[in-house]
Structure formats: C-alpha cells, structure tokens
C-alpha cells in the first residue's frame, strides 16, 4: 500500500538551532498536512500544502511541498523549548484516506 | 472550537473481554476516523466512517469493528481483546473528504493484560 516515510525519528538540538524532517511518499498526494503532538497530547493540525512547490511560513516554521507532490519538508529556525513534540507529516491519498509518517521526535536543549 | 472527546483516557482490560471506545464530535463532521498510536510506527488507521452507518476499513481492521448509529458518534469494538492491541487509539474527525483539517480526540491509552 501506499507509504509516507519519515525522516529522521529523533532529533535532538541546542536551543537556536534549526530543525528539519523530511517525508517522502511512494506515489503522488493530493495535499499533505503537518501536526504536532506534544508530549503527552493529542495531534494537532499545523498546515495543508496543496500546490506543487509550494511554501508557506508560520513565523520560525517553513514547509515546502516537492514539485512532483511527492515529498515535503519542515523546518524550524532558532528552536525554542516550546517547539518539543513530534511532528507528523500526512499525505492524502486518491481515496482521501491521510496518510501519516512516522513522525520525527524533536527534543530541545536549554 | 471543534471538539471531539473520548470515552476514556486510560483503561486497563484483560485478554479476551469485549472492549469499546467511544468517541464523539460536536461539529456536525461527516467523516470519522479510528487511528492507533505505537512507538515508531505513527498512527496507522483502523477504520474510518464517510456517513451514518457507512464504515471503511482502514490498514488494519483485524480484530476491530466499528459502529455509527449516529453522525457525531463513533465507536471502535475491540471483539476479544488481545495483548497486542495495548496501544494509544486517537479517534479523529473532519467535515469535508478532501483539503480539510483533522480535528483529533485527546486518545484513550488502553492496556491489555
């Protein structure tokens, strides 16, 4: 079946550093979806790509969607304490079935 | 505010006993969905529900089974539940089939002795 992997599964930085995790699917998506999940919580939605190539900021956080909509990235610049969790990427499929990673665990030095 | 809860946060069963999970929207959202939670996998989907009394299976249906009586509720049955079904199971639901945010329960945490 149709598969999102993730990458990497932990990271683990300094306070200011940047963050990225990468997924990639194994067939073209329709849109795919960021969440974070704090510890302890429950998935939270971040954003939708949609177009092929596209960019969208929310404030330290960049995601961009591959030009072939297979493929897609996060990342955070400077890294807070506050940005702790897992983040999942999820690609829609052709059935509107979401597709999750695996999710990339991001721990945060002070 | 879309709100979606569960019956339980956290339950303890043994092997064998009939388990069900409960799950409600408040938002009037046409789909619904049953995903599990297990370290290093991410969430895979169980079952998933486009309508009242209209059910799909998801990537691993075995050994669970579903029912929507009603749009803003959603119930995953564990029919005899086994160890290998301790997991976290998030229930989640969304308005439209495409383009649209999935709002998600806070998960019940269910442990099989």
């Known amino acids: 079946g149709q598969q999102v992997m993730q990458i990497p599964q932990y990271q683990h930085v300094q306070e200011g550093e940047d963050f990225t995790t990468y997924c990639n699917s194994s067939?073209?998506?329709?849109?795919i979806q960021w969440y974070k999940q704090r510890p302890g919580g429950h998935p939270v939605f971040l954003i939708q790509l949609v177009k092929s190539g596209e960019v969208k900021k929310q404030k330290r956080l960049t995601f961009q969607f591959g030009e072939a909509k297979k493929n897609s990235s996060l990342h955070i610049t400077a890294t807070q304490t506050t940005d702790v969790g897992t983040y999942f990427c999820?690609?829609?499929?052709?059935?509107?079935?979401?597709?999750f990673g695996s999710g990339t665990r991001l721990l945060v030095r002070p | 505010d879309v709100k979606v809860t569960q019956s339980s946060r956290y339950l303890v069963k043994r092997t064998g006993e009939k388990v069900f999970l409960e799950c409600v929207q408040d938002?009037?959202?046409?789909?619904m969905f049953w995903y599990r939670q297990d370290p290093g996998l991410g969430l895979r989907l169980i079952y998933f529900s486009y309508d009242v009394k209209m059910k799909e299976k998801g990537d691993i249906p075995e050994g669970y089974s579903v029912s929507r009586e009603k749009k803003e509720r959603f119930s995953l049955i564990l029919e005899s539940a086994s160890t290998n079904q301790t997991s976290m199971y998030l229930c989640?639901?969304?308005?439209?089939?495409?383009?649209?945010?999935?709002?998600f329960g806070p998960g019940t945490r269910l442990l099989v002795l």
């Open positions: 989640a639901s969304r308005q439209d089939r495409d383009q649209e945010t999935q709002y």
């Open positions: 999820a690609g829609m499929d052709s059935s509107y079935k979401l597709i």
């Open positions: 067939t073209t998506l329709s849109n």
């Open positions: 938002m009037d959202h046409e789909n």
